[in-house]
């Protein structure tokens, strides 16, 4: 039975100014046959053993992780663990990592990542970096695209929800994060309804080109809104950073209801060059706050972890002419700029309009002193003084836009499903598309740079409901291909997702595909508890702590009998992968561990740590299919009661079984 598709969505608005809004997805199985075009299937096959053209980086939500996909097909390609545990390959629990998710709250094991974002030169995606932010505990993640691995963490002191972040700056000098929730800077006891009094936003510049070295740059302090989304000037607004923020009731309950007053909220217009030089001439305070930054050190690849005890804020009533005020209907999301970087688009959840602000208009606005009021020290422009135009009628509930490079703009509409394709300069909608059901993001690859690459678009929704055979009350989310090479949008392909991906990045396979690296160079390998041949590996003892250095080649462990260990003690697991040959892994799993198993990439060393709480004898093995003899490639160790007299032992080479026992000659 097919039932012609229908939407509907309802916008209400309550005489006492309750908004609530509602929608509804299609109630019976839809059909979307019509809508797809008739060669869709033959343009995303990508053929066995040829490659996709796009790479896709799509966040990970509430996984923490982030996704890679290859368009247009819509494959996985990796899952890249960034702030949770990741028990497939031990992240977060091997010894080696475990720094990564250090905060100044402890070991924090999971968190919910938003918005990835590549690294950029000259305003174009470079396929140097991918970073990523935490939005619950405010985080930015650097992840190296030569290895797909995360790679640098820096926690955001002074800030609480990191939603608008990581976003770059043109040359990728600073990735960006502000504050979503205002919190009392410093964080002290304070009643909740004194928000107005003590609370306080916050923008963040990071430095984010020196691997290794991510740091706060400065801080600047901002009224007691909520913060939401950014994006970097181009071109002509190079140097200049434009928020979103919204709540400017500065409402601390039911924001449902009292953050949706006013007519417009803002987006702020942050000068960064001039912030630098008001750190420059002094003008920026030395205020102590605690964050961490951790970062893998390249050769050992052991996560360190260094705690940092202040940043540089501004305030800008002492560094005038740092941030102006763009009034913006209504409790605005997302704000992007044009590839020309002249227009500044915002998408206002409640407005009936898109508002497009032009940053020529801008800058003779403030030269004018064209100013409405001021806030805390931060001109608030006139509206029609900066506005370039209205995209009338667009649909219900914009959220975010991106570009195609050719003129036009695609704007997610999360209310009345939909992307709404529209002309920058004359502000007329061209195109309209249903997608199914509820987008949020929508992605075009390089679309929020100064060179979209505008063959297709991704929309990001956030319900799924009958779009795939149903599977319990949770759906994967969705993900929508859309071709937007033509006139009109076609849709080509539904593929399911990862946790929520809020946002995504994707670039052309050919920037970063040849830069792989294939394996980890043993020679260079400066692990202290590396062990480079079959002959170097042992058992050693320091009080109750025993280490255990080991090999994983094709098929075995060497060593691969272990005995006197005794209940009571620590067991340390160093296994190093000593193949030297792209893509051949191996696992390393012990019976009663109390974390996942390692998984160990060629020429990489890897630390399970154990305690074992009987005694017995017990097997471990290689978690991964590495070889026609991969279930022969095991072992066994021994735990003895305590203050057994069993020896320690490990069956390798006689020069390793000369030192075995030894517990005086350690390492
Ligand atoms: S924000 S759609 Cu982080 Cu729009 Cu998710
Ligand atoms: Cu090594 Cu299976």
């Given at each position: 039975?097919?039932?012609?598709?229908?939407?509907?969505?309802m916008?209400?608005v309550?005489?006492?100014?309750a908004?609530?809004?509602?929608?509804?997805c299609a109630?019976?199985g839809?059909?979307?046959?019509?809508?797809?075009?008739?060669?869709?299937?033959?343009r995303v096959y990508?053929a066995?053993g040829s490659?996709?053209e796009?790479?896709?980086?799509?966040?990970?939500?509430?996984?923490?992780?982030v996704s890679v996909?290859g368009?247009?097909?819509g494959?996985?390609?990796k899952?890249?663990?960034?702030?949770s545990q990741f028990?497939?390959?031990?992240?977060g629990?091997?010894?080696?990592?475990?720094?990564?998710?250090?905060t100044?709250y402890?070991?924090?094991p999971?968190?919910?990542?938003?918005h990835?974002e590549?690294?950029q030169?000259?305003?174009?995606p470079?396929g140097?970096?991918?970073f990523?932010n935490?939005?619950?505990?405010?985080r930015?993640?650097r992840?190296d695209?030569t290895r797909?691995?995360t790679?640098?963490?820096?926690?955001?002191?002074n800030?609480?929800?990191?939603?608008?972040?990581p976003?770059?700056?043109?040359?990728?000098?600073?990735v960006?994060?502000?504050?979503?929730?205002?919190v009392?800077?410093?964080?002290?006891?304070?009643?909740?309804?004194?928000y107005?009094?003590?609370?306080?936003?916050t923008?963040?510049?990071i430095?984010?080109d020196q691997p290794?070295?991510?740091?706060?740059?400065?801080?600047?302090?901002?009224?007691?809104?909520?913060?939401?989304?950014?994006?970097a000037?181009?071109?002509?607004?190079?140097?200049w950073?434009?928020f979103?923020s919204?709540?400017s009731?500065?409402?601390?309950?039911?924001?449902?209801?009292?953050a949706?007053?006013?007519?417009?909220?803002?987006?702020?217009?942050?000068?960064?060059?001039r912030a630098e030089e008001c750190?420059t001439?002094?003008?920026?305070?030395?205020r102590?706050?605690?964050?961490?930054?951790?970062?893998?050190d390249?050769?050992?690849r052991?996560?360190?972890?260094?705690?940092?005890?202040?940043v540089k804020m501004i305030?800008?009533?002492?560094?005038?002419?740092?941030?102006?005020?763009?009034?913006t209907?209504?409790?605005?999301?997302g704000?992007d700029v044009?590839?020309t970087?002249?227009y500044i688009v915002?998408?206002?959840?409640?407005?009936?309009v898109?508002p497009v602000?032009?940053?020529?208009k801008?800058?003779?606005?403030i030269?004018?002193?064209?100013?409405?009021?001021?806030?805390d020290?931060?001109?608030?422009l006139?509206?029609?003084?900066?506005?370039?135009?209205?995209?009338?009628?667009?649909?219900?509930?914009?959220l975010?836009t991106?570009f195609d490079?050719k003129?036009?703009?695609?704007?997610?509409?999360f209310i009345?499903s939909?992307?709404?394709?529209?002309?920058?300069?004359t502000?007329e909608?061209?195109?309209?598309i249903?997608v199914?059901?509820?987008?949020?993001h929508?992605?075009?690859?390089?679309g929020d740079?100064?060179k979209?690459w505008?063959?297709?678009?991704?929309a990001?929704?956030?319900?799924?409901?009958?779009?795939?055979l149903?599977t319990?009350?949770?759906?994967?989310?969705?993900a929508?291909l859309?071709?937007?090479?033509g006139?009109?949008m076609k849709?080509l392909?539904?593929?399911?997702?990862i946790?929520?991906?809020h946002?995504?990045?994707g670039?052309?396979?050919?920037?970063?595909?040849?830069?792989?690296l294939?394996?980890?160079k043993?020679?260079?390998?400066?692990n202290?508890?590396?062990t480079?041949?079959?002959n170097?590996g042992g058992?050693t003892?320091t009080?109750?702590?025993v280490?255990?250095?080991?090999?994983?080649?094709?098929?075995?462990?060497?060593?691969?009998?272990?005995?006197?260990?005794?209940v009571?003690?620590t067991?340390?697991?160093?296994?190093?992968?000593?193949?030297?040959?792209?893509d051949?892994?191996?696992?390393?799993?012990?019976?009663?561990?109390?974390?996942?198993?390692?998984?160990?990439?060629p020429g990489e060393?890897?630390?399970l740590?154990?305690?074992?709480?009987?005694?017995?004898v017990y097997?471990?093995?290689?978690?991964?299919?590495?070889s026609a003899?991969?279930?022969e490639m095991?072992?066994?160790?021994?735990v003895?009661p305590?203050?057994?007299?069993?020896?320690?032992?490990?069956?390798?080479?006689?020069?390793?079984?000369?030192?075995?026992?030894?517990?005086k000659k350690?390492?």
């Open positions: 039975m097919k039932t012609s598709f229908k939407r509907s969505a916008l209400a309550a005489s006492i100014g908004i609530g809004i509602l929608y509804a109630t019976k839809a059909t979307t046959q019509s809508l797809v075009s008739g060669d869709a299937a033959s990508v066995p490659y996709d796009f790479y896709t980086f799509m966040s990970g939500g509430y996984s923490g992780q996909y368009l247009p097909s494959r996985l390609l899952l890249i663990p960034v702030f028990p497939e390959d031990g992240y629990y091997n010894e080696e990592t475990k720094p990564m998710l250090q100044t402890g070991f924090l999971w968190d919910d990542s938003h990835p590549l690294s030169t000259d305003g174009v470079d140097r970096w991918l990523i935490a939005n619950n505990t405010p930015i993640a992840i695209l797909f691995e790679d640098e963490i820096i926690q955001i002191p800030s609480a929800g990191g939603h608008a972040s976003f770059t700056t043109p040359n990728s000098k600073y960006v994060s502000a504050t979503r929730f205002s009392p800077i410093p964080n002290t006891d304070v009643p909740i309804d004194s107005k009094k003590n609370f306080k936003g923008l963040s510049f430095t984010a290794g070295k991510m740091d706060i740059a400065f801080q600047i302090l901002m009224p007691g809104y909520n913060y939401d989304l950014g994006h000037g181009k071109g002509p607004s190079d140097g950073f434009f979103t919204y709540n009731e500065q409402s601390n309950t039911k924001l449902e209801e009292n949706s007053q006013n007519d417009k909220d803002f987006v702020a217009a942050v000068n960064y060059k750190v001439q002094g003008k920026a305070a030395s102590p706050s605690d964050y961490m930054h951790n970062w893998i390249s050769t050992s052991i996560a360190k972890s260094e705690k940092k005890t202040s305030d800008p009533q002492s560094c005038p002419g740092i941030v102006y005020y763009l009034p209907p209504k409790s605005p999301h704000v044009d590839p970087g002249e915002a998408g206002g959840k409640l407005a009936t898109i602000h032009s940053f020529t801008m800058q003779k606005a030269a004018d002193k064209a100013f409405e009021k001021e806030i020290g931060i001109p608030v006139k509206y029609d003084a900066v506005m370039a135009g209205e995209v009338q009628k667009p649909g219900l509930g914009p975010h991106e490079g003129g036009y703009a695609y704007t997610s509409m009345s939909e992307v709404v394709k529209w002309k920058l300069g502000w909608v061209v195109d309209r249903p199914y059901y509820s987008i949020g929508l992605m075009i690859p390089g740079s100064k979209p505008g063959k297709y678009l991704v990001m929704n956030k319900i799924t409901k009958d779009r795939y149903p319990g009350p949770e759906m994967a989310q969705s929508q859309i071709d937007i090479s006139d009109k849709m392909l539904d593929f399911p997702t946790g929520e991906p946002y995504a990045q670039l052309p396979a050919s920037i970063i595909k040849d830069k792989q294939k394996y980890h043993l020679a260079e390998n400066t202290p508890w590396v480079k041949s079959e170097d058992i003892r009080g109750k702590r280490d255990i250095k080991m090999i994983a080649i094709r098929s075995h462990f060497a060593p691969d009998n272990l005995e006197g260990v005794q009571g003690d067991v340390y697991f160093h296994v190093t992968n000593i193949e030297q040959d792209w051949i892994l191996h696992g390393f799993a012990v019976l009663g561990a109390n974390t996942p198993e390692l998984i160990l990439a060393t890897r630390t740590k154990w305690i074992p709480k009987g005694p017995g097997p471990f093995y290689c978690t991964d299919f590495c003899l991969h279930q095991q072992g066994y160790i021994r003895s305590a203050g057994s007299s069993v020896k320690l032992m490990a069956n390798v080479s006689k020069k390793s079984q000369a030192q075995i026992g030894d517990a350690g390492q």
